[in-house]
């Protein structure tokens, strides 16, 4: 290291390595593609129909029993909200 400081070769030189990585095509745009897989976007992924946040006052014993099946219980209980009623 202290050599390199030396010879004035200190900090890198981001300008050549940005040419030294254009020089070749393939390089290129593989390098856009990986960009591309490892952007993120902010929040969590949208998964099937959207979701409304509301507020509910259900009685304690209810979200008790439900809470009592096991994780997994909102979904289940918003499975069974959207089942089609019975006539």
Do not use: F
Request: net charge positive; proline share 6%; charged share 40%.
């Amino acid at each position: 290291m202290r050599a390199a400081r030396a010879r004035g070769e200190d900090r890198t030189d981001w300008a050549r390595v940005r040419r030294e990585a254009n020089k070749d095509p393939e390089a290129v745009a593989m390098n856009r593609k990986i960009g591309e897989l490892i952007t993120r976007k902010r929040g969590r992924p949208v998964v099937g129909e959207e979701k409304t946040a509301i507020s509910l006052r259900i009685p304690k014993s209810v979200v008790e029993r439900w809470k009592a099946t096991g994780p997994g219980w909102q979904t289940r209980m918003v499975a069974r909200l959207s089942a089609p009623t019975k006539r």
